[in-house]
């Protein structure tokens, strides 16, 4: 099966950096579009950013000039680098990427989260 791992969470203070990794493994055929959202508490899922097999990027308006979605295509990973880290920006996050896996079915998958704390 397809898995998909994240690393790079915990605390940090605002205006700070951190950076998100997230890395996929099992049956992969081909990923296509990666991307990043993030869930506070009490919130609904958003979408933070994208990033396409081109390398076209989209980000939420809030994010815009502070994050950074990039990927590696030989590490099959999705980095998100977050600066200028503000309190509204503490929340679960979760990586998804667009796979084809070895028996040619496209699917969505998600990772677990990894959880941003913003505080002072």
């Known amino acids: 099966q397809v898995q998909l791992v994240e690393s790079g969470g915990g605390l940090v203070q605002p205006g700070g950096s951190l950076r998100l990794s997230c890395a996929a493994s099992g049956s992969i055929r081909s990923i296509y579009t990666m991307g990043w959202y993030r869930q506070a508490p009490g919130q609904q899922r958003e979408l933070v950013a994208t990033?396409?097999?081109?390398?076209?990027?989209t980000y939420a308006d809030s994010v815009k000039g502070r994050f950074t979605i990039s990927r590696d295509n030989a590490k099959k990973t999705v980095y998100l680098q977050m600066n200028s880290l503000k309190s509204e920006d503490t929340a679960d996050y979760y990586c998804?990427?667009?796979?084809?896996?070895?028996?040619?079915?496209?699917?969505?998958?998600w990772g677990q989260g990894t959880q941003v704390t913003v505080s002072s």
């Open positions: 990033i396409t097999t081109d390398s076209s990027t």
């Open positions: 998804k990427m667009t796979i084809r896996s070895s028996d040619y079915v496209v699917a969505g998958v």
